[in-house]
């Protein structure tokens, strides 16, 4: 606790020297503003989402559970959507307060206009079909005509309609994938309450929507309109009560059951918001510890003085105790705001990348703004704890013989961990990636380059002698006197350069190992589709996929040899890590063992993929090793929509960066995917394409793509993702280099007496600068190798773990900018805090505290 008299003693403190504890206070408002953001991007995750537009005129939507129930954890979602027996919907329709329920499914489908065009919903949203008693969900007007009565007719919205050029009484094509057929329109409708944005609408007749999902006796969802008087959050926990294995969604959460990917949005949120938010409560600790300890050294004299005159350890940890609490908690406050902005800056750059929708809405609560700050206080108390434990336990006569020259020594305890941590982190980054199996190989070597900070900020002083021993000669070989000055300064006041240089390793460590570790996976994934995909052309879908009986057409096709649909999705995986059941999403894919061997190359390492029929499964090393199963044994999966399945394992492929780390038969996938359509078609064809496309002809939803175009796509699919990554990268990077910037300017402000002294014995100004520039020379070479050094042990564990060679992908243009970013960070921070520091006249700031 604190005491008032320590509080007193620390704002007394802190008057006097404000210099001294501005640095403190920036690290920790910066670091509040990146944890808030951080904090509103969890809770938008938690309880935002999207306006529901198909079911604005639902009080209450029920579906199927769409995630994978585990303990004290975010419950994964399903990626296909789980559907309800139609049964349910009079099972709903039932309960006391329900108006009405209507069952509702949704079709994705192409409207292929008479010149050709393949019209989809608003911007390129999907255009789905339903059955016509779903329109009163939106609800929706007749404008013209009649609702559709035979299979054959469809009723269009008016924008739609306007855009293919139809009205009742024409006839559309509409595909279901790649299968079309012709419609009469029967009517137009008009959505009530606003135009929809996020998809498209027609209708068809209840039966005819239900038998094109393959699922004549299931429903997607059933909406519930309220009779009067009810109210919509008791009318769902009725009807979770009353009907068994439902769950019910209202106000916004309605969207999450309209549309698959804003349930999958709002899990992406979450996640991104914890991963991001631990790596920044990491760093936000170090950073601020490293800064007050800086602080502390820079106090010496004083605190020694304290010492001497009868002040107990007790009370020099209360004293500094309370000084980390007043400037953190200051800090914290200033940092609110700043990062509310950054919260709605993080959802505008999302938006525009493509991974968040527009209309997912931010949530800005209290909550976020005070996690952060006690966060960031605490991590300032426990930072001060640290930087105060020897200020506080050397003896009063020690204190005054350190205060006029740092201690040249380490504590034994910081020595013995630090030279602890350098081999536990070379074995985590070489010995793991080979002893254990699949993604532990990947985090291990992944924890490398934080141990390996770490052993840095322990043994900064030592590290910081030996390069200037190795560097500073050559560095400064024809400086003179000023060279000879720089070089005798850094090996003195080694321990304090460190408490300043350590935050710059840090960033370039930091910044190497996120960077090329994506770079390095990226390269494996990309070199295992180059190398594995030996069909000479691929057939995508215009909008939605590809019907599967589009393979039997294909084959017989003249000049085309070899066809393999590929239908993608995710699986879940259960498994046993020592006492605990744990899970794992994994990408899948769906495909034919008949002819994959002429298109596609997974790298079988063992077993045959002849085998997989039925429900057998066939895993990449990286899967196999994470669930721990070989050839032979089983794994218990949940399919895309959630159905079990006790898979027996026929084989264990190499390349499952490049084609998903799950693969399945064809018939088995598909039949658990919400459109029961295929993703694409891999095609080996002899004498070019030009059979290929008259085939296609007739399929106008169907697109040809060379290997290099279809790589070319695939690669610009992912870019948002990568895009999020980066951005996250850059925030944290940004961070560091703030604190890079405080640090130095903090380091080298603080020498005024020392630069006056200099000049007061003979030096000139320009020659206590020429010293101060090649201090920053061996401050900055040093940094880049030494952060250099600690990544590539990390790096090169990834490249082993991966792709069984210790060769990781690093970008020479990546790495120059990270050098270019060291230089521009430390130089200006270290030269023009110097430049400030002798603008006062030598005698005057001689007698400067």
Excluded at 153 to 163: P, T
Excluded at 208 to 224: E, F, H, I, M, Y
Excluded at 425 to 439: D, M, R, S, T, W
Aim: glycine content about 10%.
């Amino acid at each position: 606790m604190l005491s008032r008299r320590a509080l007193s003693l620390a704002w007394s403190t802190i008057k006097g020297r404000k210099g001294g504890f501005v640095a403190a206070f920036v690290a920790v408002a910066f670091g509040s503003a990146v944890l808030t953001a951080s904090g509103i991007l969890l809770e938008t995750g938690l309880s935002s989402g999207v306006p529901a537009e198909r079911y604005r005129a639902a009080e209450v939507v029920a579906g199927a559970p769409q995630t994978f129930p585990v303990a004290e954890d975010v419950d994964p979602r399903y990626s296909e959507r789980v559907r309800l027996p139609a049964g349910r919907v009079e099972q709903v329709r039932r309960v006391h307060g329900v108006r009405a329920a209507v069952g509702d499914v949704s079709v994705p489908m192409s409207l292929v206009t008479k010149d050709g065009r393949v019209l989809a919903g608003p911007d390129g949203a999907p255009l789905l079909g339903h059955g016509w008693p779903a329109a009163v969900l939106t609800p929706f007007a007749l404008t013209a005509g009649r609702q559709p009565q035979t299979p054959d007719e469809v009723v269009l919205e008016s924008r739609l309609a306007e855009e293919a050029g139809v009205s009742v009484g024409g006839t559309v094509t509409l595909a279901v994938g790649t299968t079309s057929s012709a419609y009469r329109v029967a009517g137009v409708v008009t959505p009530r309450g606003g135009p929809l944005t996020r998809q498209g609408a027609l209708f068809l007749t209840e039966d005819r929507a239900r038998s094109l999902t393959g699922q004549p006796d299931r429903v997607d969802t059933v909406g519930v309109l309220a009779a009067p008087g009810a109210d919509p959050d008791e009318l769902a926990a009725d009807i979770e009560k009353a009907v068994r294995g439902v769950v019910t969604y209202t106000g916004d959460e309605r969207g999450d059951a309209e549309m698959l990917d804003v349930g999958a949005t709002r899990a992406f949120v979450i996640e991104l918001a914890l991963s991001f938010g631990a790596t920044m409560v990491m760093v936000v600790v170090i950073v601020v510890a490293g800064t007050l300890a800086l602080s502390v050294q820079q106090r010496r004299r004083e605190l020694a003085l304290l010492r001497a005159i009868g002040a107990t350890p007790k009370q020099v940890l209360a004293m500094i105790g309370a000084e980390a609490t007043l400037v953190s908690a200051a800090g914290a406050v200033a940092g609110a705001v700043p990062g509310i902005a950054l919260g709605f800056l993080f959802h505008r750059v999302f938006a525009a990348v493509g991974v968040l929708p527009e209309d997912f809405e931010l949530v800005v609560g209290p909550l976020p703004v005070l996690a952060a700050m006690l966060l960031c206080v605490a991590g300032a108390r426990m930072g001060g704890w640290i930087a105060a434990r020897r200020a506080a336990k050397v003896s009063p006569i020690e204190a005054i013989g350190e205060a006029a020259v740092e201690p040249r020594k380490l504590g034994w305890v910081r020595l013995t961990i630090g030279s602890l941590l350098v081999p536990a982190a070379l074995a985590a980054a070489v010995v793991l990636p080979i002893a254990l199996p699949g993604e532990s190989a990947v985090e291990g070597a992944s924890s490398s380059a934080f141990l390996l900070v770490v052993a840095v900020a322990l043994l900064g002083p030592r590290l910081l002698t030996g390069a200037v021993v190795l560097l500073g000669p050559r560095l400064n070989r024809s400086r003179g006197a000023s060279g000879f000055l720089a070089v005798a300064n850094a090996r003195a006041r080694s321990r304090r350069l460190s408490s300043a240089t350590t935050p710059l390793i840090m960033g370039v460590t930091m910044a190497a190992a996120q960077i090329f570790s994506a770079t390095t996976l990226s390269a494996a994934a990309q070199d295992q589709v180059v190398d594995g995909l030996r069909a000479g052309y691929v057939v995508t879908p215009a909008t939605a996929g590809l019907s599967p009986e589009l393979a039997g057409v294909l084959r017989k096709t003249a000049g085309v040899s070899d066809v393999t649909p590929v239908v993608r999705t995710q699986t879940l995986i259960t498994y046993t890590d020592g006492d605990s059941r744990q899970y794992k999403i994994f990408p899948t894919q769906g495909v034919e063992p008949r002819g994959i061997a002429a298109t596609m190359d997974l790298g079988v390492l063992r077993g045959d993929l002849a085998g997989l029929s039925g429900e057998a499964v066939a895993l990449s090393r990286m899967a196999a090793g994470t669930v721990g199963v070989d050839v032979g044994g089983t794994v218990d999966l949940r399919l895309g929509d959630g159905t079990p399945v006790r898979a027996r394992v026929v084989a264990i492929y190499e390349k499952g960066l490049g084609f998903g780390d799950v693969t399945l038969p064809h018939d088995l996938v598909i039949r658990h995917t919400t459109d029961r359509l295929d993703s694409w078609m891999l095609v080996r064809a002899t004498g070019g394409d030009a059979g290929l496309r008259q085939a296609l002809a007739a399929y106008p939803t169907a697109r040809v793509a060379d290997r290099e175009s279809f790589m070319a796509a695939q690669d610009d699919a992912e870019a948002g993702g990568d895009a999020v990554g980066l951005i996250l990268n850059a925030v944290l990077l940004g961070y560091i280099a703030i604190a890079v910037v405080n640090t130095l300017v903090m380091a080298t402000a603080a020498r005024v007496r020392e630069f006056a002294m200099l000049r007061l014995i003979g030096a000139r100004r320009e020659q206590v600068l020429s010293m101060m520039r090649g201090e920053a020379r061996i401050i900055t070479v040093a940094a880049v190798l030494i952060g250099t050094l600690a990544a590539l042990p990390s790096l090169a564990g990834i490249g082993i773990a991966v792709s069984r060679r210790p060769l990781p992908s690093i970008p020479p243009l990546a790495y120059a900018g990270i050098v270019v970013a060291a230089v521009l960070v430390a130089w200006p921070s270290i030269m023009i805090s110097a430049r400030v520091a002798m603008r006062r006249r030598p005698v005057e700031a001689i007698g400067a505290e």
